[in-house]
């Protein structure tokens, strides 16, 4: 079946560090791929699609490129804020609808 | 922007209560579902509807219940809350490909 795998946190960086957490997938067909972001106490916000292989989402200066030969949709940010800390989800969604999410990982950042 | 609500956002409530965890959505969406989230963070479905009067049970098996009468609406109920129903709950709908998330509901039950 289908199935996300992403790296496990937390991850503690200093504030304006690069950022990379990585995800994988597994998936028949063509899923389309997204990052959520969970601030404390909140809901999953939806941070970035793409839906085809070679796309690239973008939002709040984080970015993920959909790379389907190595089945990869890593999530960057060249430089991050205190406010970034929260919990961040790699999750894909096949033909028929089904999500699938992976276990989260948590970003701390420091000043 | 989506819209999807959850009432209460927090609930502390003794053993053995019957409760009901609210979920409502003004999209039209059929497609509706409840997660439970554990302190790990990930998320466990315990629940779906792909529309009025149809309920299906997700991954983790869970002892709530739940109804789908109207489209917007789709609330959880737990008939007898025990301790190990503490947990964080969180609904969703989804239009087209994409998941659009309530707020949550903290449940603690002591």
């Known amino acids: 079946g289908n199935s996300v795998t992403q790296m496990e946190g937390p991850v503690t960086l200093s504030e304006e560090a690069f950022l990379t957490i990585n995800c994988t997938y597994t998936?028949?067909?063509?899923?389309?791929l997204f990052w959520y972001v969970q601030y404390p106490g909140e809901g999953l916000q939806l941070l970035l699609k793409?839906?085809?292989?070679?796309d690239k989402g973008s939002n709040k200066g984080f970015e993920a490129t959909y790379r389907k030969e190595t089945t990869s949709f890593h999530l960057e940010k060249g430089s991050v804020q205190v406010s970034d800390s929260a919990v961040y989800f790699c999750?894909?969604?096949?033909?028929?609808?089904?999500?699938?999410f992976g276990a989260g990982t948590r970003l701390t950042v420091k000043p | 922007e989506a819209d999807i609500y959850q009432t209460p956002r927090y609930l502390v409530i003794g053993t053995g209560k019957k409760i009901t965890l609210e979920c409502s959505q003004t999209?039209?969406?059929?497609?509706m579902y409840w997660y439970q989230q554990d302190p790990g963070m990930e998320l466990h479905l315990i629940h779906y509807?792909?529309?009025?009067?149809?309920?299906e049970k997700g991954d983790l098996s869970s002892e709530s219940t739940v109804s789908r009468i109207r489209t917007e609406h789709f609330p959880l109920t737990l008939e007898s809350a025990r301790p190990s129903h503490t947990s964080q709950y969180l609904c969703?709908?989804?239009?087209?490909?994409?998941?659009?998330f309530g707020p949550g509901t903290r449940l603690t039950v002591l």
């Open positions: 999750a894909l969604s096949d033909r028929w609808g089904d999500m699938r």
């Open positions: 998936a028949t067909g063509y899923p389309s």
């Open positions: 793409a839906t085809k292989a070679d």
């Open positions: 999209m039209g969406h059929d497609k």
């Open positions: 509807s792909y529309g009025v009067n149809s309920t």
């Open positions: 969703a709908s989804m239009g087209l490909d994409t998941q659009y």
